[in-house]
């Protein structure tokens, strides 16, 4: 919390026991901050508006001016002392998660599928809680939950040997094992042998068969291969790939867990734990002895919690998977485990591109390498157009035209579906990734010219005007804006935060001339530098580069 909510928490909250701290909001439209009183009408017993007056008027706080308004309470900071607390405080140094795990499950890719632009969600939301709770002080898990596991690799491997070969995997990589899968897919449901070989195939896996696993090995190496290529352009690592697999030889441990408590039931011969009227039962063996996604679930669940010890588990998954994840919090809720509640399952809205669904099936698929391919071709032409005596096009090309993908991808609330466009994603107008690497091309540019060195005195009340003092307050709490985006899950609302400060700043550029000379230029110069650097860094937060010049 910045001092002056805190300072305005702790005053009010002498006058108003009930009030949380939550309560008080920055707002930008009266005042400062702001308390609506309306939750305490109903406890007091007395209308929100002379709640707000009688607090309004027992509040005293030295330099903060206190009035009711409309059933809200609203403070007003005297600027100039504002502005110097706000330039006092260093990006980056509030660390509310010092000393907290926590692990994040995302992007998880499946084995011999192209990485298409239906995991692009997962990606980049994942990857940006990573940066927020990490820069909040936090010691981050990132794990790729690899599907490496299931029938479907046996039925790839009996479609290699029917239909593939060594050269053409080689030469053509996952396009081939796309191909061979589609066909498998289709010929099995017209011809019982190969599903049968398929299922020979993946028991031999499982028995660690060495041809067998050999075979997979290979594939799951073109997978990771290709998927490595795009994280590497997303500005996205992962501590762990531990896959399904890893965890099939452990669901046995979760059954005899699910069996002290009396959990496991027999149902057709498969094992099942009832989860209520409300819900499905948990299916964790089929009657043929093979484990399921959910059971692996459970493994991993135990597994994480017994090495990393985490404070909270996210998984970064499709709204889809709801039913999936609340079956797996219910079960480890029966077994009794605290932790629990510790697990959030990290959902998000559908993908389409230009009113195409997407679905892996059939191989109707769009890679998602190739629609970051054309974003950067297209953010070359622009580039050329803009700037065209700019050095290294295709180095800021390719920052621009990844950012707009995934600046676009983190810009709406997770839930929404999205149909993305590029033409809109890469609008250097619009509110997008371009437009804020732009803009903080723009202010560095401006300091260059000017030839600026921090560390200078400030004289803070050259930035008091409603120009200025509007953009000193939105990159003042930029630091909180992140822990609210970590604590709701939420990337959206640091882009969203990233670009008001580039519209404040334009607005302040235009109002307020820059070199003006004397106190106003020096303050003027160090509120550009300021501004840049949070664009930079929240820029990097969400997965995107944040070129010197455009
Ligand atoms: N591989 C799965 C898919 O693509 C997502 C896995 C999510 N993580 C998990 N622990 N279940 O649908």
Not at 114 to 131: D, E, K, Q, R, S
Not at 291 to 307: E, F, G, M, P
Request: proline share 2%; hydrophobic share 40%; aromatic share 10%.
């Amino acid at each position: 919390m910045s001092d002056y909510k805190t300072l305005i928490y702790e005053a009010a909250k002498k006058v108003l026991p009930e009030l949380d701290a939550a309560d008080v909001t920055a707002s930008d439209a009266f005042c400062d901050y702001c308390v609506p009183c309306f939750k305490f009408a109903k406890i007091l017993r007395k209308s929100p508006a002379a709640i707000a007056a009688e607090a309004a008027a027992a509040i005293d706080i030295p330099g903060i001016k206190t009035e009711s308004l409309n059933g809200y309470l609203n403070f007003t900071i005297e600027r100039e002392a504002f502005v110097k607390q706000a330039f006092a405080a260093k990006l980056g140094e509030y660390k509310p998660f010092a000393g907290k795990t926590i692990c994040i499950d995302f992007s998880s890719v499946n084995i011999a599928k192209p990485f298409h632009i239906g995991h692009l969600m997962t990606t980049v939301i994942g990857g940006a809680l990573c940066n927020f709770y990490r820069a909040l002080g936090a010691n981050v898990v990132g794990i790729n939950h690899l599907g490496d596991f299931g029938t479907q690799f046996g039925g790839l491997i009996s479609a290699y040997r029917r239909w593939g070969n060594e050269e053409k995997l080689a030469s053509r990589g996952l396009d081939e094992l796309l191909e061979l899968y589609v066909r498998y897919h289709n010929e099995s449901e017209k011809d019982e042998a190969i599903a049968r070989e398929a299922r020979e195939w993946s028991q031999k896996i499982e028995s660690g068969d060495a041809y067998a696993v050999g075979l997979f090995d290979k594939f799951k190496a073109i997978t990771l291969e290709q998927a490595k290529k795009v994280y590497k352009r997303l500005n996205i690592e992962f501590d762990s790939y531990l896959g399904e697999s890893f965890y099939v030889d452990k669901v046995k441990g979760v059954e005899d867990k699910l069996v002290a408590k009396n959990l496991l039931k027999t149902s057709e011969g498969a094992r099942i734990v009832e989860l209520g009227d409300d819900m499905p039962p948990a299916l964790i063996r089929r009657s043929d002895g093979a484990s399921l996604y959910i059971a692996r679930d459970l493994a991993a669940a135990y597994y994480r919690h017994q090495t990393y010890k985490f404070d909270k588990c996210l998984y970064v998954v499709a709204s889809h998977q709801a039913l999936h994840f609340k079956q797996l919090f219910a079960v480890l809720d029966l077994l009794g485990e605290p932790w629990a509640k510790d697990m959030v399952h990290v959902s998000y809205g559908m993908v389409s591109v230009e009113g195409m669904s997407l679905s892996t099936r059939r191989g109707n698929v769009l890679y998602l390498s190739d629609v970051l391919d054309a974003a950067v071709e297209k953010a070359l032409a622009i580039i050329s157009e803009r700037s065209s005596e700019l050095e290294d096009k295709a180095t800021v090309a390719e920052s621009v035209g990844v950012g707009a993908v995934v600046f676009d991808a983190l810009y709406d609330g997770r839930l929404k579906d999205k149909n993305f466009s590029l033409a809109d994603a890469l609008n250097f107008d619009g509110e997008t990734g371009p437009y804020v690497q732009y803009t903080h091309a723009r202010c560095r540019s401006v300091l260059a010219k000017a030839g600026y060195k921090s560390g200078s005195g400030i004289d803070f009340k050259q930035l008091c005007d409603d120009e200025a003092y509007e953009t000193v307050k939105l990159v003042a709490d930029f630091d909180e804006t992140v822990k609210n985006a970590a604590e709701r899950y939420e990337p959206s609302v640091v882009s969203r935060r990233l670009v008001k400060i580039c519209q404040a700043y334009n607005r302040f550029y235009n109002a307020d001339r820059i070199m003006c000379g004397g106190e106003a230029q020096a303050a003027r110069l160090a509120l550009t530098a300021r501004v840049a650097d949070t664009l930079k860094y929240g820029l990097h937060l969400l997965l995107l580069d944040a070129p010197q010049k455009m």
